[in-house]
Structures are given as structure tokens and as C-alpha cells.
């Protein structure tokens, strides 16, 4: 099994001021520190990336830049839309990347049953060089993915692991027993019990900052060390509330830019935080743990 284990970070794409082009500096610069900070693995154009936002040309220049700086450290893709000859045909371009999977949701806004959405992901693993990550998000995409259906799908040898955004604790637990897939929380709020009931990490977005404090929960609740691993959940959720205030990921984005690692700037129709978030945000990191 692929070792979709720890602190994952979902990426930002960082723009240039008047959001043009993409800071291919700043992304690389990104990556480089959040290495530095311990993190088991990167994703690259998933929703925190903006990828609706870029043209193709744009996201395998990301996945380049990405690749390229995270160096031993695994990177995943995102792989998104509901056009299937579209993600058909992209799946070359992937196969040729050294990446350790591809984050894939449902097809979003058509709304399929549960036998299109099972042939959806069956089809892109048949294509796939790499393992799939199932992205269960049922409120971006429209669709729940049944439990019925995740079980069928991890009889595919390609099929590995989830980020799990389901809000089901009954899926979450019986997909953790069923033990094929790993478990990867995608709600930040819900890492710690997730990670409690035997899930193998996270792909969370809140982890661009205070980055040590994810990794380090996460090797506390590997250990046993539950006591110490509540203890950073607690000191964490305070921050995880307040980037996840606003539309998602333009908090990320400003309090990345309060740090001087990027422009805060987002695409259209995404909007920049809000004078209020930034201040809150200064003054929890006043008071920083």
C-alpha cells in the first residue's frame, strides 16, 4: 500500500500582484519551507490551488515547479472536472510526472448515481500510472459517495487512499475497519479524531501554517502520546477556525503573505480576506502557542 501517512498540505498557487501569471519563485520558496517544517507529502492544484482558475499550460508548469522543490518529498495532483474525455485525455501528461497520485473528487455539478460516479473513478485508475486518492466532498461536488461504492472501489489496485470531507463518522469508521484504503482527514477540524480511530494522516490546508505543530500531533498520536497530541489539537484549533472563517483560500494566502512568502493575491471569482480575518489573525499570532 502507498504510504498516503501524515501531514499532507493541499498548496496554494501563489499569483503576482495583478494575478497575471503564477510566482513560480514564491511557489518553490513555499514548498522549500514547508519541507523544512517535516511534512509527509504535498498536493499540488487541489481546490486550495485555485485550479479552475488556471489553463492547462499553467498547471504543469505548477506541478513542475512543485516536483522540482519538494525533491524526495512526495507530490500528489489534483485531477478534477466532470468532463470525462477531458480528464481522459490529460491523464498522459500525469502518467509522465514522477507523482505519487492524484487527488480525484466525483464529477462536480452533474450530479451522478452511485454506478457513474463507481465507473468514474474505475476508469481513471485503469489509465492512471499512479494510485488514486479518492476525494470525498460531497458539498463542492453535489454527490455522496456511498459506502457502498468506496468499498467496491477499493478493490482497485490503484485505488489507495481518501480525503476523507464525507462528514460521516459512520463512513469514516467502517472505511478505517475495512483497513484497504488509507484514511486521510480533509476537514481540519476533524484531524485529531480521525487519527484517533486509526486514520493514517491529513490533507489540510491549515497546515501552510504552524506547520510543525500538525507534524508534530501527528507523530504524538502515532506514538500513543494522546495527552500531548490533544494538547497540540487544542493550541491548533483556535488558528484552523479562523483560516477556514472565509472562503478558502484566501485566509491561507493572506496570513502566508503576512509572512512575506507570497503576494496575497487570488483569481476571480475567489475574493482576498477580509480586513477583519487579518486582524484577527495578528492577534492570534500574538499570542502564539
Given at each position: 500500500?502507498?504510504?498516503?501517512?501524515?501531514?499532507?498540505?493541499?498548496l496554494?498557487?501563489?499569483?503576482?500582484?495583478?494575478?497575471?501569471?503564477?510566482?513560480?519563485?514564491?511557489?518553490?520558496?513555499?514548498?522549500q519551507?514547508?519541507?523544512?517544517?517535516?511534512?509527509?507529502?504535498?498536493?499540488?492544484?487541489?481546490?486550495?490551488?485555485?485550479?479552475?482558475?488556471?489553463?492547462?499550460?499553467?498547471?504543469?508548469?505548477?506541478?513542475d515547479?512543485?516536483?522540482?522543490a519538494?525533491?524526495?518529498?512526495?507530490?500528489?495532483?489534483g485531477?478534477?472536472?466532470?468532463?470525462?474525455?477531458?480528464?481522459?485525455?490529460?491523464?498522459?501528461?500525469m502518467?509522465?510526472?514522477?507523482?505519487?497520485?492524484l487527488l480525484?473528487?466525483?464529477?462536480?455539478?452533474v450530479?451522478?448515481?452511485?454506478?457513474?460516479?463507481?465507473?468514474?473513478?474505475?476508469?481513471?485508475?485503469?489509465?492512471s500510472?499512479?494510485?488514486l486518492?479518492?476525494?470525498?466532498?460531497?458539498?463542492?461536488t453535489?454527490?455522496?459517495?456511498?459506502?457502498?461504492?468506496?468499498?467496491?472501489l477499493?478493490?482497485?489496485?490503484?485505488i489507495r487512499?481518501?480525503k476523507?470531507?464525507?462528514?460521516?463518522?459512520?463512513?469514516t469508521?467502517?472505511?478505517?475497519?475495512?483497513?484497504?484504503?488509507?484514511?486521510?482527514?480533509?476537514?481540519?477540524?476533524q484531524?485529531?479524531?480521525?487519527?484517533?480511530l486509526?486514520?493514517?494522516?491529513?490533507?489540510?490546508?491549515?497546515?501552510?501554517?504552524h506547520?510543525?505543530?500538525?507534524?508534530?500531533?501527528?507523530?504524538?498520536v502515532?506514538a500513543?502520546?494522546?495527552?500531548?497530541?490533544?494538547?497540540?489539537?487544542?493550541?491548533?484549533?483556535?488558528?484552523?477556525?479562523?483560516l477556514?472563517?472565509?472562503?478558502?483560500?484566501g485566509?491561507?494566502k493572506?496570513?502566508?503573505?503576512?509572512?512575506?512568502?507570497?503576494?496575497?493575491?487570488?483569481?476571480?471569482?475567489?475574493?482576498c480576506?477580509?480586513?477583519?480575518?487579518?486582524?484577527?489573525?495578528?492577534?492570534?499570532?500574538?499570542c502564539?502557542?
Amino acid at each position: 500500500m502507498s504510504a498516503f501517512t501524515g501531514i499532507w498540505v493541499p498548496l496554494v498557487t501563489p499569483f503576482t500582484t495583478d494575478g497575471t501569471a503564477v510566482d513560480h519563485a514564491a511557489l518553490h520558496r513555499l514548498v522549500q519551507h514547508l519541507s523544512a517544517a517535516g511534512v509527509s507529502g504535498f498536493v499540488a492544484l487541489g481546490t486550495t490551488g485555485e485550479p479552475s482558475a488556471l489553463d492547462d499550460a499553467e498547471k504543469d508548469a505548477v506541478l513542475d515547479t512543485v516536483l522540482a522543490a519538494a525533491g524526495r518529498i512526495p507530490v500528489a495532483a489534483g485531477l478534477a472536472g466532470n468532463n470525462a474525455a477531458h480528464l481522459r485525455a490529460s491523464m498522459p501528461r500525469m502518467n509522465a510526472r514522477r507523482l505519487a497520485g492524484l487527488l480525484v473528487p466525483a464529477p462536480y455539478y452533474v450530479r451522478p448515481g452511485q454506478d457513474g460516479i463507481r465507473r468514474h473513478f474505475l476508469d481513471l485508475a485503469d489509465l492512471s500510472d499512479h494510485p488514486l486518492i479518492v476525494y470525498d466532498i460531497p458539498y463542492r461536488t453535489g454527490v455522496q459517495i456511498d459506502t457502498e461504492t468506496m468499498l467496491a472501489l477499493a478493490a482497485h489496485p490503484r485505488i489507495r487512499a481518501v480525503k476523507d470531507c464525507s462528514g460521516s463518522p459512520d463512513k469514516t469508521l467502517a472505511l478505517i475497519l475495512d483497513s484497504r484504503l488509507q484514511i486521510l482527514a480533509g476537514e481540519d477540524l476533524q484531524i485529531f479524531s480521525t487519527l484517533c480511530l486509526g486514520g493514517s494522516g491529513a490533507i489540510a490546508a491549515s497546515a501552510h501554517l504552524h506547520t510543525g505543530r500538525f507534524v508534530a500531533l501527528h507523530q504524538a498520536v502515532s506514538a500513543g502520546r494522546l495527552a500531548e497530541a490533544r494538547a497540540y489539537f487544542h493550541g491548533l484549533a483556535p488558528f484552523i477556525r479562523a483560516l477556514f472563517s472565509e472562503p478558502n483560500p484566501g485566509p491561507v494566502k493572506a496570513a502566508l503573505a503576512a509572512q512575506g512568502l507570497m503576494h496575497d493575491t487570488v483569481r476571480a471569482p475567489m475574493s482576498c480576506a477580509s480586513k477583519d480575518f487579518r486582524a484577527h489573525w495578528a492577534r492570534l499570532d500574538c499570542c502564539r502557542m
